[in-house]
């Protein structure tokens, strides 16, 4: 009996030990944020994000529904709270004139911080009056990354919409451990530099579950990235999921470990796309696996472009120093918008090397597609159409 006692009393003790803590909330309103898309409420931001950062448990900032005109901010680490949820039931809103946001590098910027979650919300970057001005040539500024994450750990993002970034969308740099889920990035066709999610510099990321629609790269893969796993991700219209543009830099580090399934492509002018510049560099591309996809009408379904030169403007007409090595294309179907469904355009004085096509069949036009090599080595196994290639 007086052991059952003492047990009881540890119990109790512990669940009320636990119980202290228990989350703390920070509502932006609390803080003077105003829910009419009107007022400023960055400084409300700002001060719900100090009181956070500042607490030693874990902490919830919450913004209830309605819309919240930002400028740009920066929320810095390093944070006594070992865990800071944000979560969103409204709309994080840019200003109207695009020049306030356009001289920043990010719109809502993180630097340093561990363990944040993004729940929920819409942000929403008023990109289309920046992107016509770029449309026009005029003199305009580069404009803002909607999300930037730079040398964090342990982040998540769930449900999160992006709509009409003023660039890209979402930036991963320099980061570790971040997850990405049930995400819906939205912007025009046509709109310039809208990546969906860029990543680079970072290992052990996950992107699941996710739509995008933009006017680039659905998703970008930078130098440094290491350990990527995408999967389940619907793009369209965009440019595709695109490793590169690589040798920028003759030192780069490289991209390994990356795979891809699962995914939809609709209307896009990519499927698969590693691409580089033709100039030396000491990067590379090692095990990648593109498993798993259907093409709706895309113009380059899988294509390796070792000259990459957008718009044919100061081509550097010299060798990719990239070496890419140990590619997998496994279960891809459906149709090309152009005769050519696979392009493999590679570095002469670095082929591409063990590029393996496996279960693969692209028509186009309800005929029979081409494909076309250059300085690759690789091989096909079971049906691959079309053939003729490695």
């Known amino acids: 009996m007086a052991r059952l006692i003492i047990f009881s009393f540890f119990v109790s003790l512990g669940l009320h030990i636990n119980s202290s803590f228990a989350t703390t909330n920070f509502n932006v309103l609390s803080y003077g944020a105003k829910p009419n898309g009107a007022t400023y409420s960055t400084k409300a931001f700002l001060d719900a994000w100090a009181a956070a950062c500042g607490s030693t448990g874990s902490t919830m900032i919450y913004v209830p529904k309605g819309r919240y005109l930002l400028g740009s901010m920066v929320f810095k680490g390093a944070c006594k709270s070992p865990d800071i949820t944000i979560r969103i039931d409204g709309t994080l809103v840019a200003p109207g004139d695009y020049h306030i946001l356009g001289q920043a590098a990010n719109w809502l910027s993180f630097e340093g911080v561990v363990g944040i979650s993004i729940v929920g919300g819409a942000l ?95 998703i970008s893969i930078g130098p440094g990235t290491k350990n990527l796993w995408i999967e389940g991700v619907k793009c369209g219209p965009g440019h595709g999921i695109s490793i590169g543009s690589l040798a920028k830099d003759m030192e780069e580090e490289g991209v390994q470990n990356v795979t891809v399934r699962r995914t ?44 990459y030169c957008p718009h044919n403007l100061n081509c550097p007409n010299k060798v990719s120093g990239v070496k890419i090595n140990d590619v997998i294309y496994q279960g891809i179907r459906g149709t090309s918008a152009t005769p050519v469904a696979i392009k493999f355009d590679c570095s002469s004085k670095n082929p591409c090397s063990t590029i393996r096509l496996q279960n693969v069949n692209l028509t186009y036009s309800n005929q029979a597609a081409q494909s076309s090599c250059a300085n690759v080595l690789g091989k096909t196994i079971g049906l691959v159409k079309p053939d003729g290639c490695l």
Do not use: Y
């Open 124 to 218: 929403d970057a008023k990109g289309s009056p920046l992107w016509a001005c770029k449309a026009k040539g005029s003199n305009c500024p580069n404009g803002a990354t909607t999300l930037s994450f730079t040398n964090s750990n342990n982040i998540k993002i769930n449900g999160l919409l992006s709509l009409n970034s003023q660039m890209f969308h979402i930036v991963i740099n320099g980061c570790q451990n971040v997850n990405v889920e049930g995400i819906k990035v939205i912007a025009a066709g046509d709109s310039p530099n809208t990546d969906g999610i860029h990543v680079q510099l970072s290992t052990n990321v996950v992107i699941m579950n996710s739509s995008i629609k933009t006017g680039d790269d659905c």
């Open 264 to 307: 939809i492509f609709a209307n896009t002018q990519n499927g698969f796309r590693i691409k580089s510049w033709a100039r030396p560099s000491n990067g590379f591309v090692e095990r990648v696996r593109f498993m798993g996809a259907i093409m709706h009408n895309v113009q380059n379904p899988i294509v390796i472009d070792q000259h």
